[in-house]
């Protein structure tokens, strides 16, 4: 049943299946595990990243394509619902126009840019989506009749996921069953179907073509697969996905913003995450979000700390200041790509070699 | 040596050479196109400086980057650093020598700019090399690593900005001669854009007589079409690799005091920011190619400044529409460079 | 000093996962001009980018004048006296035929300086060079780019040339200019030549030695091979009369 599930790609790694095996558990339980609005918005938000890079893994992972874009296609996502539930009000049919209308600009641009590009060289499509992207991002703050500007929208969800919705007067182990949880449970199992469902894309046929073209496009496309419909329609997948990752993310945090959603800093996260985790996994997008948003929320605490106990020292304490924590990692964004170009997920992998994939 | 016998006397007419002038010509066209939608002649003159300007520090900033890329097929994402770094550094004179920046003296004020100009230079040139040494070398044709690495080293260096200069932004001041416009009839032009297109057309000048005119000129030519031919000519071509992304990373740290000047405020985004105008400017001219890339420069500029008086809406994606424009017409850019 | 300029013992190059030369033994001798024969794939210019340092050896030696060049950088091999006629050619279109040849001329510091005589000794055999000597290169003929390409490799006196294929793809009537100008250099040159045209090579090789599957299958003079029908077929599958 878990096979079939995981569509035949298990972990492969002792340590691998513990430590997925505790997000997801964690993941699951965390109303119940935590307390405090924070601990449950890091879940949620660990939940929609997993969504997010395993998505941008379809591109740089399984088809060696680099796109700055794929912030992009979340701030779609995110600001289709915002937007719909701002102007239509708090409905599900709000929710269902917007995602709608969000996936498909997603799909138009996402193609148009694909096939205007795809067809030339690597560095020329990252080149082009970075102007894009920004350009999208600069516009999201400047219409801001339309999108709320700078500061962004805060919307009502429909009454089922607000926080002061209760379903029963009773608790449920110690825990009131609010909007809060519903909509939490809806990010859950929303973001579980699409990591599923991307694992079973990259385990099928077309995902073999995609690592096939990423080895070696030349010979791809000289055994009769036109690689770039075959990389256009990665493209168009990833960006879907990444659509409906930003719709859970409005949804969650009943707000659209350019600095949340659109901004460079979310792209280089994401990259963080998938190079870290690990490109070409999938598991890696789990390991990766997971440590990266724990480290983003716990870590700089420690860090303040450590540059409080420095603070005699101007230099040293600048280093270890809170908001340098992006420093750090990436040093070990730059020394993993060198000597761990495999990430988190690979090494673990070949540590535990044969034991087979049927 | 005696015997002298002719090979193919046949084969002696020529195809005729054809220098591909069209580029040249979008630029005088699109300003004079211009004019009589903005109207106003003075208008359009100030305008039209203040595009060319803003053109020339771009190019600066993206002639190294076109450069390194078509000598060694790098792509640096992380150029940005460069600029960043470049304007910070010009900090650690302008900021000491204030009372040179403020004296009503234009030598004064030449020296000290003069001064932050060239340790930027050095500073930038410096760090090309280690950069080039310690983040490149070791992922010299595999473009997936290269846009990974250089784009980590582009966050790391941003960092390490704020943890060097800090996290506040740092007000610049333009030295006091250099502010203020001179006034022909109604067209007032800013001084700082004059000096700007003054020091972009040195830098291009300069760059154009090197290319053309000396042998390491010719050799980074021919590098970029064939760099293993110039190898087998008996030139070490990383030695040519290092010197051009010194250069290249020297001419960012330039543009980045240029523009620190010009914006009159430092955040370590700066470079960052810029980056997306460099490569939008280096795929309109054919990557590469610094001819293109300098025609280039100033249609971004020009089409960013009319756009902003004609229909301030669109100038925030006016840079995008004329890659697109561009590209639809000449999917490799104006000056495809021949090569791979 | 020994007779032979250049000597291959046992090389064996690996391209990527392909073991392209399987154990070259090969001996330039000083003065006139070597032919490698062979038909396609059989590892001619391999031998040659291995030569000349562009790929190495993952065994086996290379001598050049009594020096090891076997892991030598390329630029280190063309100083030593190497010049390299790709079959590409690999002129730089952009440059002019002068500038061309001024890159080649390394111990030139100004594109004026160059030595006048040998242009003109070069100009006697090619003469389209001096008629084009300010256009780009990449405007000329393929013959004319071919006529850069080989002067670029004799634009200062070398020890030895490796030419692929300078007759790839020109009509007949330049090829004849061309045994002409190559009956010419080879007075003063040592060659080392690949060719497919049998013709070409029957008329200048002095000796010659033919390559099957990453090996030397065969060595000698190149009158003995032009005179023996049946080794030609052996060897090459073809003979004078079939390929004229």
């Known amino acids: 049943m878990i096979k079939t599930l995981l569509s035949g790609d298990l972990p492969r790694s002792r340590l691998l299946t513990a430590m997925l095996v505790v997000v997801l558990v964690g993941l699951a339980l965390a109303p119940f595990l935590v307390s405090g609005a924070r601990s449950l918005n890091v879940a949620a938000t660990i939940c929609v990243f997993v969504v997010l890079v395993a998505s941008y893994d379809l591109l740089l992972g399984y088809t060696g394509i680099v796109s700055f874009a794929h912030t992009m296609f979340y701030g779609i996502g995110a600001y289709g619902v915002g937007l719909a539930l701002h102007g239509m009000g708090p409905s599900w049919w709000a929710i269902f126009v917007g995602t709608a209308g969000a996936l498909a600009l997603s799909l138009v641009l996402a ?91 990259v385990n099928s046929p077309f995902g073999r073509v995609l690592q096939a073209i990423r080895e070696n496009d030349f010979r791809a496309e000289a055994l009769g697969y036109r690689t770039v419909v075959y990389r256009t329609l990665a493209n168009c997948l990833g960006a879907l996905i990444a659509t409906l990752a930003g719709v859970l993310m409005a949804l969650w945090l009943r707000y659209v913003g350019p600095k949340t959603m659109l901004s460079f800093e ?93 | 040596m005696t ?30 196109l211009m004019l009589p939608l903005v109207g106003s002649f003075p208008t359009w003159v100030t305008l039209t400086v203040a595009g060319l300007a803003m053109g020339m520090m771009v190019f600066m900033m993206a002639s190294g980057l076109t450069l390194i890329f078509g000598l060694m097929d790098v792509l640096n994402f992380g150029h940005g650093a460069f600029v960043s770094v470049g304007a910070f550094t010009a900090t650690l004179v302008l900021l000491p020598m204030k009372s040179w920046v403020e004296a009503d003296s234009v030598w004064m004020n030449l020296s000290v700019v003069g001064l932050a100009i060239l340790l930027a230079m050095l500073v930038t040139g410096l760090l090309g090399w280690a ?33 060097i200069w800090g996290a506040e932004q740092i007000p610049l001041q333009l030295p006091t001669t250099f502010r203020g416009a001179f006034i022909f009839g109604d067209a007032a032009l800013e001084k700082y854009r004059l000096i700007a297109v003054g020091v972009g057309l040195t830098v291009f000048i300069t760059m154009f007589l090197v290319l053309n005119r000396t042998k390491v000129g010719l050799l980074i030519r021919a590098g970029v079409e064939n760099g293993e031919m110039v190898e087998a000519l008996g030139y070490r071509i990383r030695r040519l690799f290092v010197g051009v992304f010194m250069a290249g990373s020297a001419l960012a740290g330039l543009g980045g005091v240029m523009w620190g000047l010009y914006k009159e405020t430092l955040t370590a985004a700066i470079g960052g920011e810029i980056t997306v105008l460099v490569f939008i400017v280096i795929i309109i001219g054919g990557l590469g190619s610094v001819g293109g890339c300098f025609i280039g420069a100033m249609l971004v500029a020009l089409v960013a400044n009319y756009a902003g008086f004609l229909a301030p809406k669109v100038a925030l994606v006016s840079d995008i529409l004329l890659m697109v424009t561009v590209l639809l017409w000449r999917p490799q850019g104006l000056y495809p460079v021949a090569k791979r | ?83 390299y006629v790709p079959e590409t050619m690999g ?37 389209a060079l001096k008629k084009f000597w300010n256009q780009p290169a990449g405007t000329l003929s393929g013959g004319q780019k071919q006529m850069v390409a080989i002067a670029r490799a004799i634009v200062e006196p070398r020890k030895l040339l ?58 000698g003079s190149m009158a003995a091979l032009a005179d023996d029908r049946d080794l030609q077929h052996r060897l090459l599958g073809l003979s004078l009369d079939t390929h004229q």
Request: net charge neutral; charged share 15%.
């Open chain 1, 111 to 201: 193609l148009v840019i694909g096939l205007f590009s795809l067809r030339v060289r690597a560095i020329f499509y990252a080149m082009i989506t970075l102007a894009v992207a920004s350009a999208f991002s600069v516009l999201a703050s400047q219409l801001s009749d339309f999108t709320g500007g700078e500061d962004g929208r805060t919307f009502k969800v429909p009454e089922i996921l607000q926080p002061g919705f209760r379903l029963f007067d009773a608790e449920i182990l110690g825990r009131v069953v609010d909007g809060k949880l519903i909509t939490y449970y809806l990010v859950f199992f929303s973001a579980l179907t699409l990591f599923l469902f991307m694992l079973r894309i």
């Open chain 1, 266 to 358: 979310v792209m280089t996260d994401i990259l963080l995450i998938v190079v870290i985790g690990g490109m070409g996994t999938v598991y890696g997008a789990v390991i990766g979000s997971a440590l990266f948003i724990l480290a983003q929320n716990y870590l700089q605490v420690l860090m303040a700390q450590a540059s409080a106990a420095m603070s005699g020292v101007p230099f040293l304490a600048n280093l270890f200041h809170p908001d340098r924590w992006l420093l750090w990692l990436g040093v070990l964004f730059v020394l993993s790509v060198y000597f761990f170009p495999t990430g988190i997920v690979g090494r673990l992998r070949t540590k535990a070699p044969a034991r087979g994939r049927s």
């Open chain 2, 3 to 32: 015997t002298i016998s002719q090979v193919a006397p046949q084969d002696s007419a020529l195809p005729k050479v054809r220098v591909d002038m069209l580029p040249l010509l979008l630029v005088p066209v699109l300003a004079l």
């Open chain 2, 131 to 163: 950069f080039e040494r310690i983040i490149i070398r070791p992922v010299y044709g595999l473009h997936l690593k290269q846009i990974l690495i250089t784009m980590g080293g582009m966050i790391v260096a941003e960092q390490l900005i704020h943890v």
């Open chain 3, 1 to 83: 000093m020994s007779e032979a300029l250049l000597q291959l013992d046992g090389v064996h190059t690996h391209i990527g996962q392909y073991h392209i030369l399987q154990g070259v033994d090969l001996v330039v001798p000083r003065g006139g001009i070597t032919v490698l024969l062979g038909r396609n794939g059989a590892g001619k210019t391999t031998t040659l980018r291995t030569i000349m340092g562009l790929w190495h050896a993952s065994r086996g030696t290379v001598r050049f004048d009594d020096g090891d060049i076997t892991q030598s950088p390329t630029p280190d091999i063309a100083c030593a006296g190497i010049a």
């Open chain 3, 91 to 127: 002129i730089f279109s952009d440059l002019t035929v002068r500038e061309n040849l001024y890159l080649a001329a390394r111990n030139v510091k100004k594109a004026g300086e160059m030595d006048e005589a040998r242009l003109e000794w070069i100009f006697g055999f090619f003469g």
């Open chain 3, 162 to 219: 490796l030419i692929d294929e300078p007759t790839k793809g020109l009509a007949p009537a330049i090829i004849q200019g061309m045994i002409a100008a190559f009956r010419e250099l080879k007075q003063t040159e040592t060659i080392l030549l690949v060719e497919q045209n049998f013709s070409f090579v029957c008329a200048l090789g002095d000796s010659v030695a033919v390559m099957d599957g990453g090996r030397i299958v065969h060595s």
